[in-house]
């Protein structure tokens, strides 16, 4: 990445407003959202995903939230 400047803005006033400036920010570039189960599911139930690209990593110690609830995935056309 030499050359590229990455940054970084937190918000704290919803999901929704974060996409919104994080597109205005963007301009004509794509916005890439990087976080957790909640950050996920409030980004599905706020209809705010294009795509979604999963990384599965084993849980070594203690309980995670539930990634996908049977809500979450009535409501994708899932693509291979």
């Given at each position: 990445?030499?050359?590229?400047?990455?940054?970084?803005?937190?918000?704290?006033?919803?999901?929704?407003?974060?996409?919104?400036?994080?597109?205005?920010?963007?301009?004509?570039?794509?916005?890439?959202?990087?976080?957790?189960?909640?950050?996920?599911?409030q980004?599905?139930?706020?209809g705010?995903?294009?795509?979604?690209?999963?990384?599965?990593?084993?849980?070594?110690?203690?309980?995670?939230?539930?990634?996908l609830?049977?809500?979450?995935?009535?409501?994708?056309?899932?693509?291979?």
């Open positions: 990445m030499i050359g590229t400047e990455l940054f970084f803005t937190f918000v704290t006033d919803g999901i929704g407003s974060a996409i919104e400036k994080a597109k205005a920010a963007a301009g004509d570039k794509y916005v890439t959202v990087i976080g957790g189960a909640n950050t996920a599911q980004l599905m139930q706020a705010l995903v294009d795509e979604l690209v999963v990384g599965i990593m084993p849980v070594l110690l203690g309980e995670g939230l539930r990634f609830s049977i809500w979450a995935l009535s409501q994708f056309v899932w693509k291979e």
